[in-house]
């Protein structure tokens, strides 16, 4: 029986070309990355904690000790080391996304230099009070609501092109454009 002859001459297709999809993947693995860190480090806690806290056992019918398996709810010192332990991770894993939120999408560098652009006493004119936070690489901007008053509204970010002297020169372009 011969098998069908293989796609060799098929070219082969990236779901997004160019660097793109590389800077994208980038950014999220190094958010995975840290996701994983603050599991395996908490995991080793517990795990180091059910190996030094010694079992309780119970004396049955005078000479014989029967372990009490579930720990957690009949201990209450370690039921509140682990209360202590959930709470630290619970909060380590909330500081690694509110890092991941204020880093360059590019470079991963965090972004600095916060910006307060518009006012509630002009907003007709300015538009809604928003921070705007830059790569100090001219990467991009990140510009959030100054107050979320319609719930949680995702940040915007905007990528600058390679060229900085194109974005410095639209704004003279576009005036002398107009008549």
């Known amino acids: 029986m011969k098998l069908p002859p293989l796609r060799r001459d098929a070219p082969m297709r990236k779901l997004k070309e160019g660097w793109d999809s590389l800077i994208v993947m980038r950014y999220w693995a190094y958010f995975a990355g840290k996701v994983v860190a603050v599991f395996a480090t908490f995991y080793g806690l517990l ?90 690489y001219g990467h991009g901007t990140l510009r959030e609501d100054e107050l979320q008053i319609s719930g949680m509204e995702n940040p915007e970010w905007t990528p600058h092109s390679d060229d900085l002297w194109d974005e410095l020169c639209a704004s003279s372009k576009e005036a002398d454009d107009k008549p």
């Open 47 to 136: 795990a180091l904690l059910n190996r030094t806290w010694e079992h309780e056992y119970i004396k049955v019918s005078g000479y014989k000790y029967v372990e009490i398996a579930p720990r957690f709810g009949y201990s209450l010192g370690y039921t509140l080391i682990t209360l202590g332990i959930f709470l630290l991770f619970t909060a380590s894993l909330y500081f690694a996304i509110w890092d991941q939120k204020y880093r360059c999408r590019v470079c991963l560098r965090r972004l600095r230099m916060p910006v307060e652009t518009g006012s509630w006493h002009r907003m007709l004119q300015f538009g809604r009070p928003r921070i705007e936070y830059i790569c100090t």
